[in-house]
Structure formats: C-alpha cells, structure tokens
C-alpha cells in the first residue's frame, strides 16, 4: 500500500506559480513511478505529468509542456510538480497518483490516489 499526501496548493494571480508537493509513505513506496492529474469543475479527470521512479523518464500533457516540471526527492519520497506562468484554465483540483507499473494517462490504471488539492488561478 502507498499513501499520497498532497500540499501546496492555493490562489494565484494568472502569469505566477505555484509547487505542488506529493508525500508518499507505505512500504512499496520505494520504486513507484508518481504523476499528476487534475479535475476540473464540470471536466473530467486529465493527466497532467509522470515521472519514473528514478527520474530518468518524464512525460506531459501537451496543455502544460514547457509550463510545468515534475520532479521527485526519493530520499523525502516526495514528489513535486513546479506549475509557472499559470492560467486560468489550469484551475482545477489536483491529484497525486502512484503505480509500481502504470505510467500512462489512463487515470484508471493507477493504483493509488491522495485527496487532492485546489489551485485556483484569478484572470
């Protein structure tokens, strides 16, 4: 079992950022690979962005390349998701996922979920 915690979340002005923050915890932690998805008000659930339990494979939704980066602290076992130049459409609910074999954008295929955080962005 892996349990996912995120933070970091808030009210932004459009153009600014914000980190977002996922800790992970459980005993097969160690090599899960971590994304991020997010939900909208009235949209479905979208992938956001994964990394690889080592780092070394990262991959984005094309509404965010080049704004966002994921990265990860093994040693923390934490992951994060740096969120710059910020806009009103990327207002949603974010959530941390985790799998010890899925790394795609089939939000059902991820084994494990935290509760989510709000970011709102003001236009």
């Known amino acids: 079992q892996v349990q996912l915690v995120e933070s970091g979340g808030g009210l932004v002005q459009a153009g600014g950022s914000l980190r977002l923050s996922c800790a992970a915890s459980?005993?097969?932690?160690?090599?899960?690979?971590m994304g991020w998805f997010r939900q909208a008000p009235g949209k479905e659930r979208e992938f956001v962005a994964f990394?690889?339990?080592?780092?070394?494979?990262?991959g984005y939704a094309d509404s965010v390349k080049g704004r966002f980066t994921i990265s990860r602290d093994n040693a923390k076992k934490t992951a994060y998701l740096q969120m710059n130049s910020l806009k009103a459409e990327d207002t949603a609910v974010y959530y941390c996922?985790?799998?010890?074999?899925?790394?795609?954008?089939?939000?059902?295929?991820?084994?494990?979920w935290g509760q989510g955080t709000q970011v709102t962005v003001s236009s």
């Open positions: 990394i690889s339990w080592n780092g070394g494979s990262t």
């Open positions: 459980g005993r097969t932690v160690g090599r899960v690979t």
């Open positions: 996922a985790a799998d010890r074999f899925y790394s795609g954008s089939r939000g059902d295929e991820w084994a494990y």
